[in-house]
């Protein structure tokens, strides 16, 4: 797994590449974690994550459950058909209700 980050028009962009899954959720983690103490809004643009599995999920939640807590502005965009698929077999493809 690569990150790649880049700031936009004072938004920070980090870009996924490569296996979203347990043996890179740690390193990926300790990347994005930091990030949220920022004032600047964050998008994770997961377009070129090539597979997720069930840790690759959770990560997806634990990025966002701490950037609610933080009251921090996320965006979690361009989901591959892999994310989108692990998405839908954990039954959290349909927004909240």
């Known amino acids: 797994m690569t990150i790649e980050m880049e700031t936009i028009n004072g ?3 980090c870009r996924l590449n ?24 964050l998008t994770v643009d997961m377009a070129q994550v090539s597979e997720c599995d069930g840790a690759g999920v959770q990560i997806i939640c634990q990025i966002r459950q701490a950037a609610q807590a933080k009251g921090k502005k996320i ?14 077999i ?6 909240s209700q």
């Open 11 to 13: 938004s920070k962009i």
């Open 18 to 41: 490569g296996v979203l899954g347990i043996w890179e959720a740690a390193a990926i983690w300790q990347q994005i974690h930091p990030l949220l103490a920022s004032s600047e809004p």
């Open 90 to 95: 954990a039954g959290l493809d349909q927004p």
């Open 75 to 88: 965006r979690l965009g361009h989901l591959s058909e892999p994310v989108l698929t692990a998405l839908r």
